[in-house]
């Protein structure tokens, strides 16, 4: 929220509309039973936080992690709504979660998590009200069930309840890679600003997920040298680039895990962030980059993968080294775009081709990065607060 202050101050709008962008809409907090395969009963806690409707239904995924709480959720929630304007989409911001670890369950432990969560959100989701989609610890497989569960509770199918989807399901072409392939389009775009040539450009990746592997593979094939990627194992780095195609055949091999991954030096996650690289991509979560290692981070641009992976307060320190900084809200739109797309396909019941879905998704982010862009330089501020001005307004 000081960020959104910071822009409220700047284009002084009335004190009604402040409370009205800031205070979410609904905060629902359940108990979830669930039987464990052990034959215990345990009983999770999860959220749903829409914090805006203005624009639309609220639209925001669901975060399956063991650090999930009441707070978190609700700064997401807020990043939804601010992105969908940001990308000019047509809805509002919400955010989901349950604290958990996926990593520690059965599949049938987590399929039965996602339907108890699924009926005690049934009177929230709604393709006219709340539409869910993956987020960390979550995947087609979840939403699958979701969709699964909304649609016996109406005796329908109801495909447009849910985004992120199997493709078997009404799931879109291009939606899992999307918000990697959206963290590339903004990236190139900051690149020509600052006349970088992205064949001669260098860069690192933080996060080897959804986000960060596709990101990841897209600059490598846009001519980026990726001598650095991580993921919760730790970092990989290789001075002439990595093999980005071997480390994502090494991870699926091997439970999701890149630990032991031979193409490469092993360095702390930590150290990734202060490589000597063109580019950084934070794409693993929020709150990496600190006032605590703000100044030994040595890229020219950074573009943020993850929601929320600049705290606030490292902000001015990355700007007085004069990094640029593609903010979250803009920079990952890219996934909540072809969520928007897969609704509006399942809405007409029918599938555009991976061609148009590409195309609007690209233009759709280079049109929002030139938003952003001449708004900084309009009100003479970085790209995150510009990226919030146009949100606003
Ligand atoms: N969880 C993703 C995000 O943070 C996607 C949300 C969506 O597609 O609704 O943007």
């Known amino acids: 929220m000081q960020r959104f202050d910071t822009a409220v101050n700047l284009l002084g709008i009335s004190e009604e509309m402040y409370y009205i962008l800031k205070v979410p809409r609904q905060q629902v907090i359940v108990g979830l039973p669930v039987t464990m395969d052990d034959g215990s009963l345990r009983v999770f806690e999860g959220y749903r936080v829409i914090h805006s409707n203005i624009l639309g239904p609220s639209k925001g995924g669901i975060r399956f992690d063991p650090a999930v709480n009441l707070d978190e959720v609700r700064a997401l929630a807020a990043w939804m709504t601010w992105k969908c304007a940001v990308v000019d989409i047509p809805y509002g911001g919400a955010k989901g979660g349950v604290a958990c670890n996926p990593r520690a369950m059965s599949a049938g432990e987590i399929e039965r998590l996602m339907r108890a969560y699924t009926v005690a959100m049934l009177d929230v989701f709604g393709p006219d009200r709340d539409i869910p989609a993956p987020d960390m ?24 309840v849910v985004t992120g989807k199997p493709l078997v399901l009404g799931g879109s072409l291009g939606r899992t890679e999307a918000t990697g392939r959206g963290v590339t389009v903004a990236a190139l775009s ?67 895990s890149l630990d032991g991954f031979a193409g490469a030096e ?64 803009l920079a990952n739109a890219g996934g909540v775009t072809v969520s928007y797309f897969e609704w509006v396909q399942n809405r007409i019941g029918y599938g555009w081709t991976l061609d148009r879905i590409n195309r609007r998704a690209d233009r759709a982010m280079k049109d929002a990065f030139d938003r952003v862009y001449s708004a900084s330089k309009q009100y003479k501020v970085s790209l995150r607060i510009a990226a919030y001005i146009v949100a606003i307004k």
Do not use: C
């Open 137 to 160: 610890g979550t995947g087609p497989r979840e939403m699958a069930w979701l969709m699964d569960e909304y649609s016996k509770a109406k005796g329908m199918t109801v495909n447009a």
């Open 190 to 256: 900051a690149m020509e600003k600052m006349r970088i040539n992205p064949y001669r450009a260098t860069a690192a990746v933080q996060g080897f997920g959804n986000v960060g592997s596709f990101a990841a593979a897209l600059l490598h094939e846009r001519g980026v040298s990726v001598k650095a990627v991580s993921d919760i194992s730790g970092g990989y780095y290789n001075d002439k680039g990595i093999d980005i195609e071997a480390a994502v055949r090494y991870r699926d091999a091997n439970k999701g």
């Open 266 to 329: 092993k360095i702390s996650n930590e150290e990734l962030l202060s490589l000597a690289v063109d580019v950084l991509v934070p794409a693993a979560k929020e709150d990496v980059i600190t006032d605590d290692n703000a100044a030994s981070v040595q890229a020219k641009l950074i573009v943020e993968g993850a929601n929320g992976p600049t705290s606030a307060s490292a902000d001015d320190i990355i700007n007085e080294k004069g990094i640029l900084v593609v903010p979250d809200i």
